[in-house]
Each structure stands twice: as structure tokens, then as C-alpha cells.
């Protein structure tokens, strides 16, 4: 074995000897650090260290040695116990203060430690081992221990049983903590144990979290059982019955006060009025061309008549065809010997007459010889033979659409059939808003107001028709007609025995008896009422809050007038009533036929 010294670079820096296991090396021991350990706590792990050399394996961010005091601190005592310490980390912040103080350095614990550059000597350049040193075991050597020079030299000599400085073959790169002694026959080398590990704290924190979590849920969903969920639901069966009324009220504007025995009611009286307008295309039709003319020859036909006058502007007609006469004509018939001879003096009984046509059009022109009917307004017109003594001609078309009876009559059809149903619902609501109960048979619809645009005949393409509307709907107050109601009740029941439970005022059904108008009408009310024994809900959720089925039982059952009494609870779970009396649910059972 030969004494080399450390080995100079390039720019004139020791490089740092290689530690490898040697003979002479008594035992090695891996120390952990945890993350809030002291570095009074660090130093007497070391010292507790029984090998002599010390891998102290550091946690992430190691903030305690990351102060030069607690560095310098940590190498005295490993110098004083003659230990030789290598910090297993990759903390790069506390390399230069592991470099100043002269400790070795290893990024893991099998990895080669090294004695990292000081601060005040940085150097970019990595380091270059031309021949690593063997250290051998020099226990017997005379020279003494040195700190400064030991800063150099590999940790394998330091923990050598002399301490001396002898360099041995060279070996591996790697530090084997756990190398067995193998020319030491009196040393057992201390085996790392493997179950020792750093701990994990994010799992740690994870678990923590997610047992407080679990904890919360657990928590959470006991209250939940417990206090939201349970429900309790109590059906009562009571001795009450329906009483049933039939009544005839008069509901009169004009009365002041309730008459109980007359069942007349002071009414109030709602209106309302509407407008609606409707247009409808109109249908008729008028030809306003030139109206057609001729001549018309009339006479006499027997001798029924001694004379037949036809007065001017009489009309004739031809099928559907009406003509006007312009002039009067009058017919005599001539008797000879005391007999009718219309022949002998034809210049008596007939004669020719202009006529002009009712209305223009083409369609009224017609041809000579027609015969005509003489209106039947005439006296003697069935004894009067009319016949076109020229063609009528003349008439020509121009068509025009009017205003007919019949659109007239369509509009107002239409407003007639529009949903009323919102004006119903507004007068309801108008009696509500003032406290009245609204009897809504009563409602009724004035007459029509009815206004047009155009009048029937007058030439137009449309015609609107304008409906004023005026409604109206009776209401009483409630307390009126329940003076009426309690008096028929009271006279079918026991008062003394039994209350109005339910005066059926609101579920009522009125019909009209007779034609009602905006003040006054008379309908007939069919209500019914439901007399028993009086129970207070509310009263009652307070008393058996908390309490067992059983006694839930016995505490309503002794009730007057209570049959029977079934108590239920939900979830299946719960065995007695909520104390929160929201959740208690009471049932009073009507009669049977009861709404």
C-alpha cells in the first residue's frame, strides 16, 4: 500500500477521495431525519449511532441544517464521536454549507459521497477522479488525528479502528453501507433493516383528510336518520257525521241585514263592462248599370170588373224580374145590351204603358211579347193580362258589394260566442279582493250595445260591428250565510253534543232558480256541513311529540267521540313519534259522502 495524497484538477482543487468499504471499517448505520426534527434531536441520533459510519438520510426540504451554526454543530459532533457522517440528500441549498464545513455529500445511500466545493471556491467545471484511493486500515499508526486534513481524505479510512490516513488499492465508486468485514473476524457489521423507510406524509395527510371526511359523512348521516328523515303519521276515526243543506237564498242589493228564517242575503253587486268589435266581409251584392225599359201592353181579360186602374209606379214582373209602370192606366169594360163584350170597344179595356226596370243590369232586359203578372196589391189585377209590347232592353251591368242584413247579423254572432270566461274570473277575483264570496251563477250579461260602420245597403268591401257589453256577478259575506247555514245544521244535530266541525260553506254548489239580473237573484245552495267532537290538531302534535305508539294510542283514544286511532312511523327504523311536531302528520277522517 502506498500514501498518496489527494489528486489536484485542472484549476488546483482537491478532489474528494472516493469512500468505498475497506477491511478495516468497523460497521455502517443508515439514520433517518424527519421533516420537523431539531437539530438537537439530528445530533443525538448520531451519537446513538453504534457504526461509524453514519449515512444521515434527509427528508425534503431540510430547513434545520440549512444554517451554517446547525451544519458546524452536526460536524463537531461527529468529529468528537469519531464518526464519519455522509448526508444522503439532493437538496442543492445545503451543499455549499456541507462544503464548508468539510461533510460528505451523497445524492442516495449507495451512491459515490463526495465533500461538495465551498462557497467562496465555485467552480463550474465537474470534477475528475484520475485514480481513485484505496484506503486501508492503519490502527497501528503513530500520527494523530487532524480535522482539516480529515475533510479530505475518504470516510472508509476515517472510521478505521487507528483513524489513520492509508490508502488502499482502488476499489468501486459506490458506498455499500452494509459490506461485510471480511479479514475482521471480531466485528458483526449492523444489517440495515428494511422495514425502517421515510415515512410518506402526503399519504399520511391523505388518510388524515379522508378519515375526517369519513367521519363528517358518518356524522352528517346520523343526524340526518335521526332527526330529518323519521315521520309520523296518526289517522283518527271520529263518531262525526254530514249533515246536508239544502237552502233557497235571495240575494238582494236592496237588503240591509240577514234575514236567518227568510234566508234572504244582503248582496254586493260586481260589474264590469266590455267592448268587443268584429269584421266580417260583406256579402250583397248591387248592379248599379243603366236599368232597362219598353212598353207593356195590359188588358182586360173578362168582365169581372167594370174598371181597373193601375196606378204609376206599380210594379209587374217577369220571373224574378220586377218593372216599374211611369204612368197610370185605367181599364173599363163595355157591355152591349146588357152584356160583357170586351172586343166591341177594345180602346176601353186596354192600353199600352212604359216601364222602366227595378234595377240596372243586363240580366232584366227582355224581348217583345213576355207576359207579365200585375202585383196583386191591384184591385182586379187577376182580370189584367200584361204583355211586353217591345223589347225592354237597355240594362247594363256594373256590380258593386254592399252591406247586407246577414253580415250585419255574422259579426254580431261572432262577439256573441267569444270565451267570457276571463270576465267571469275578473269579477270573481274583484269580489275576493273586497272579502265577499263570489256565487258565481249569478253571473250574467247585459244587452248589446250593437254599432256598425255601415249601414245594410251601402256599398262596401267590410263591415265592423262594435258590441258594448255590460256584465255583472252577486256576492255575499261569508259570515252572512254561515248564520244560515249553522241554524239548518243545528236543527239535525245534538248541539249539545256535537260541533260544527266543517261548515261546507266552501265547498257549496249553487244553482240559479230564476233569471238573475245585476241586483238581485235567487239560488239554491246545496252544502255539506260535518258535525262530530271538536279536535285540535296542533294540540295534539304537541302531546304526543316524543311519545311510543302505544301511548299515542291510549292519549287520543280516551278522546270523546274518538273511534279509533292508527299511528305509523317511517323509516322503519323509527319506534316513536318525532319531537319536532313538523314532522307529525294528523288525519281527522270525514264521514263517508263528505268532499
Not at 475482521?184 to 375526517?212: C, H, Q, S, Y
Not at 224580374?321 to 169594360?333: E, G, M, P
Not at 263591415?463 to 250565510?481: E, F, N
Request: glycine share 6%; net charge negative; proline share 5%.
Amino acid at each position: 500500500m502506498s500514501n498518496k495524497p489527494p489528486k489536484l484538477d485542472t484549476i488546483g482543487k482537491i478532489q474528494a477521495p472516493k469512500l468505498a468499504t475497506i477491511s478495516g471499517t468497523n460497521s455502517k448505520e443508515t439514520v433517518y431525519v424527519d421533516v420537523d426534527d431539531e437539530i438537537t434531536t439530528i445530533i443525538d441520533k448520531v451519537r446513538g449511532a453504534r457504526g461509524k459510519i453514519v449515512a444521515l438520510v434527509l427528508p425534503k426540504r431540510a430547513t434545520v441544517l440549512q444554517s451554517t451554526v446547525n451544519m458546524k454543530l452536526l460536524k463537531r459532533t461527529v468529529d468528537e464521536a469519531g464518526k464519519n457522517l455522509v448526508l444522503v440528500t439532493t437538496e442543492v441549498g445545503l451543499l455549499p454549507l456541507a462544503g464548508l464545513v468539510g461533510l460528505h455529500v451523497a445524492d442516495t445511500p449507495t451512491s459515490r459521497p463526495t465533500i461538495p466545493s465551498k462557497p467562496d471556491q465555485p467552480s463550474d467545471e465537474p470534477e475528475a477522479i484520475d485514480e481513485p484511493l484505496s484506503i486501508s486500515d492503519n490502527s497501528g499508526s503513530e500520527n494523530e488525528f487532524n480535522m482539516d486534513e480529515a475533510a479530505n481524505v475518504p470516510i472508509g479510512e476515517l472510521a478505521s479502528s487507528a483513524g489513520a490516513a492509508a490508502v488502499a488499492s482502488e476499489v468501486d465508486d459506490e458506498l455499500v453501507m452494509d459490506d461485510p468485514v471480511a479479514d475482521k473476524t471480531d466485528v458483526t457489521p449492523l444489517k440495515m433493516n428494511k422495514k425502517l423507510a421515510i415515512p410518506n406524509f402526503d399519504k399520511f395527510r391523505t388518510r388524515l383528510i379522508l378519515g375526517a371526511l369519513l367521519l363528517i359523512l358518518a356524522a352528517a348521516g346520523w343526524i340526518f336518520a335521526a332527526k330529518v328523515l323519521p315521520k309520523a303519521t296518526v289517522s283518527i276515526e271520529t263518531n262525526s257525521q254530514l249533515v246536508k243543506s239544502n237552502l233557497s237564498l235571495t240575494l238582494d242589493t236592496a237588503a240591509k241585514q240577514v234575514d236567518v228564517q227568510n234566508k234572504i242575503l244582503p248582496a254586493t253587486a260586481q260589474s264590469v263592462q266590455k267592448t268587443y268589435s268584429q269584421q266580417v266581409a260583406t256579402t250583397g251584392q248591387q248592379n248599379n248599370g243603366a236599368k232597362a225599359s219598353g212598353s207593356v201592353y195590359f188588358a182586360l181579360t173578362d168582365c169581372k170588373y167594370n174598371t181597373v186602374t193601375i196606378p204609376t209606379g206599380s210594379g209587374i214582373s217577369a220571373g224574378n224580374k220586377t218593372y216599374i209602370t211611369q204612368s197610370a192606366v185605367t181599364l173599363n169594360s163595355a157591355t152591349i145590351g146588357g152584356q160583357c163584350n170586351p172586343s166591341s170597344l177594345q180602346s176601353f179595356w186596354s192600353a199600352t204603358v212604359t216601364v222602366v226596370a227595378l234595377q240596372g243590369g243586363s240580366d232584366y232586359n227582355t224581348a217583345k211579347g213576355t207576359a207579365f203578372t200585375v202585383s196583386s196589391s191591384i184591385s182586379g189585377a187577376s182580370s189584367v193580362a200584361a204583355t211586353a209590347s217591345s223589347d225592354i232592353a237597355g240594362g247594363t251591368d256594373s256590380i258593386v258589394k254592399i252591406v247586407a242584413q246577414a253580415d250585419i247579423d255574422s259579426a254580431k254572432a261572432q262577439i256573441a260566442a267569444q270565451d267570457t270566461s276571463r270576465v267571469k274570473q275578473e269579477l270573481e277575483s274583484d269580489l275576493q279582493a273586497k272579502g265577499i264570496l263570489p256565487i258565481v251563477v249569478t253571473y250574467v250579461a247585459g244587452s248589446q250595445q250593437i254599432t256598425t260602420s255601415a249601414n245594410v245597403g251601402d256599398a262596401a268591401d267590410t263591415v265592423t260591428v262594435t258590441s258594448v257589453i255590460p256584465y255583472s256577478m252577486l256576492g255575499v259575506q261569508t259570515s252572512d250565510l254561515r248564520q244560515i247555514v249553522v241554524a239548518s245544521v243545528d236543527s239535525q244535530i245534538d248541539a249539545s253534543k256535537q260541533k260544527i266541525l266543517d261548515d261546507g260553506i266552501a265547498h257549496a254548489q249553487y244553482t240559479i232558480q230564476d233569471t238573475a239580473t245585476p241586483t238581485s237573484a235567487i239560488v239554491s245552495a246545496q252544502i255539506q256541513s260535518i258535525a262530530g267532537p271538536e279536535l285540535d290538531a296542533q294540540s295534539l302534535k304537541k302531546q304526543i311529540a316524543g311519545k311510543k305508539s302505544g301511548d299515542i294510542k291510549s292519549a287520543i283514544g280516551s278522546l270523546p267521540g274518538v273511534t279509533k286511532v292508527d299511528v305509523k312511523y317511517s323509516p322503519f327504523w323509527v319506534t316513536t313519534a318525532p319531537t319536532n311536531t313538523s314532522k307529525i302528520t294528523i288525519n281527522i277522517a270525514k264521514p263517508s259522502g263528505a268532499n
